[in-house]
């Protein structure tokens, strides 16, 4: 059957529930899309085996009519899920051969919803970058290109192996992790949707740590609809995360209702001469703000005045935790070792080896800011920095119910341009950055093309209201209607 | 702030990285840059603003103080470089 990974989760599940197809079909089409898809590098590892046996148990549940919530649909997971009994890299060379004996909360939770691995994706090494490719198993490309212009883009980072499968039909969705804008970006750049939640809505167990305040798992998918549908499986309180929220989990899906009148939706103008706010992103920036507008909401003016530092703000703090967190790779329990004559020596050589460039920058900055004599100046002064961004947010949804924005300031670049300014790189998650740092829920819906390219723009929500944010989502969806697809596409 | 090459060996030797000599030099440029960019930092107005250290406003969950885990030395050890009579093997660190 044909035309399989064109469609959407949403679509799947109605298909696999009355029979049309079977998962195992299902998944033999994404399995061939995986295949197809090499020439991307957007996976890390296939698992087709383990994906087939995952769909013959969903068809015989199906069979049976007591299918689950994600029975059968063929998902990618960014490697850096800890998946029991298969390789996780983290895209580093410094986790060599890793096997993990457990799997991470959330993939858990999507496995006992019923859907399927098709493998793991892609990313910056340590999801530290905004273009995938700081990877050690090179850099993934993006599906789309330039009109006239056969140069390979980058898909954004850091889940840019998860952004480009679901892009290129390889994947129906994937997850991914958003530290700094390492889900929105990217999606973004591949013209999919891509959900980061509230702090403490998906449990961070199992999910390798890059900065653990900061690191938000969540969904990556072509429809806001699919998003929500992942989301409700990812979602839920985690004794073993200290801080995954006991809250209870809605059904998001439920929240897409279209009706958004009356809903006031901020819109910082401070933003406006940010960064290199591209002509075109600007543009679209506009159109959403009408396409709003036209559905009933009431655009209100409103101003968040310390976000202009939060990315000054995210390089202190990111590292800092970075470079604890990091410190347990030291050849001694997992991954590389390289030998030495004594410990010491062993960890020096064993971490020269196996950081790349990026994460050894990361960790000695985060070192430095944390070392005698200069917490207080840059580690201290980030995290009141953070407080002051939190209330700026704070304040602004006094006024207003949401907040729209660019997701990026600019279209995909080309694989090589930027790597050699850290800071220019640093520059593209200027829009999504602050609500990593006051851990409020935000999505990247596509909007339309921008130079030909994908461009998406983000929706800002209250904390723990996702629903809301899904919903305004949901109309800038209908109303972009981005039909668009990618130059290279690996599903029939 | 611009580091000098002195400075980068000592963070290097912190972070237990080995770095070679002709990497500090370039190291140390790359690594100014960045704090330069974070400067900016220092003209915000943070006069009694309290650092925020979790953007989750909730207290630590108790559990009972009971195994919930363990027994397993073996999936422990299992990805372990070296691994000798159900430890982890290092280089030898006593004389």
């Known amino acids: 059957m044909s035309g399989l990974t064109r469609l959407t989760i949403a679509e799947a599940r109605d298909g696999l529930r009355s029979r049309k197809f079977s998962a195992r079909e299902l998944t033999g089409a994404h399995n061939e899309a995986v295949v197809r898809s090499g020439p991307l590098n957007a996976f890390i590892t296939a698992t087709p085996e383990r994906a087939l046996e995952m769909a013959a148990a969903a068809d015989a549940r199906l069979a049976r009519g007591d299918g689950l919530p994600l029975d059968g649909i063929p998902l990618a997971i960014k490697d850096l899920f800890c998946t029991k009994g298969v390789l996780t890299t983290a895209a580093s060379h410094i986790l060599d051969g890793f096997t993990p004996p457990y799997e991470s909360t959330v993939t858990e939770k999507l496995w006992a919803a019923g859907a399927v691995m098709l493998g793991k994706t892609n990313l910056d090494e340590f999801a530290m970058g905004s273009s995938t490719t700081t990877s050690h198993y090179g850099p993934t490309e993006n599906p789309w290109r330039r009109a006239g212009d056969n140069r390979p883009l980058v898909p954004g980072g850091s889940s840019g192996g998860s ?330 | 702030m611009a580091l000098d090459k002195a400075t980068v060996a000592r963070i290097a030797t912190l972070a237990r990285i080995r770095l070679s000599d002709d990497e500090l030099e370039p190291l140390a440029a790359e690594l100014s840059g960045i704090l330069d960019w974070v400067e900016q930092l220092m003209a915000v107005d943070t006069d009694g603003v309290p650092p925020m250290t979790s953007v989750a406003e909730m207290t630590l969950p108790m559990r009972d103080d009971v195994v919930t885990d363990g027994g397993d030395r073996d999936g422990v050890l299992g990805n372990a470089p070296r691994a000798a009579k159900g430890f982890f093997a290092v280089p030898k660190v006593v004389e």
């Open chain 1, 163 to 492: 952004a480009a499968a679901v892009a290129a039909r390889a994947a129906m969705g994937a997850t991914g992790t958003d530290t700094g804008g390492s889900i929105r970006q990217p999606a973004s750049f591949c013209g999919i949707v891509g959900l980061k939640p509230t702090y403490g809505r998906c449990s961070r167990w199992g999910v390798v740590a890059f900065a653990s305040s900061l690191d938000h798992p969540g969904p990556m998918t072509r429809t806001v609809r699919d998003a929500a549908i992942m989301l409700r499986a990812m979602a839920g309180h985690d004794p073993k995360d200290s801080t995954s929220a006991p809250v209870p989990v809605p059904d998001f899906e439920a929240a897409l209702t279209g009706d958004i009148r009356g809903l006031r939706v901020g819109i910082p103008r401070d933003h406006a001469g940010a960064g290199d706010l591209s002509s075109g992103n600007a543009a679209l920036w506009q159109s959403g703000i009408d396409w709003l507008k036209d559905a009933g909401a009431e655009p209100v003016e409103i101003s968040l005045p310390t976000t202009h530092v939060a990315l000054p703000a995210y390089y202190v703090i990111a590292p800092a935790e970075a470079s604890s967190n990091l410190a347990r790779y030291d050849g001694v329990k997992f991954g590389l070792r390289v030998d030495g004559e004594s410990l010491d020596d062993m960890y020096e050589k064993t971490r020269a080896a196996g950081f790349g460039p990026e994460v050894r920058r990361r960790i000695m900055i985060g070192t430095y800011v944390l070392s005698a004599g200069y917490y207080d100046a840059y580690y201290l002064k980030a995290q009141r920095v953070r407080t002051l961004i939190a209330r700026d947010f704070a304040a602004a949804f006094e006024r207003c119910d949401c907040i729209l924005t660019p997701t990026a300031p600019t279209a995909p670049f080309a694989i090589g341009e930027k790597s050699d300014d850290p800071v220019a790189m640093y520059l593209n998650d200027i829009f999504t950055v602050s609500s990593d740092l006051a851990g409020l829920p935000a999505i990247s819906v596509p909007a339309g093309l921008s130079e030909g390219l994908p461009a998406g723009l983000q929706i800002i929500g209250r904390g723990f209201d996702e629903e809301t944010v899904l919903r305004v989502a949901g109309v800038l969806e209908s109303a972009a209607a981005f039909t668009h697809l990618p130059s290279f596409v690996a599903g029939e």
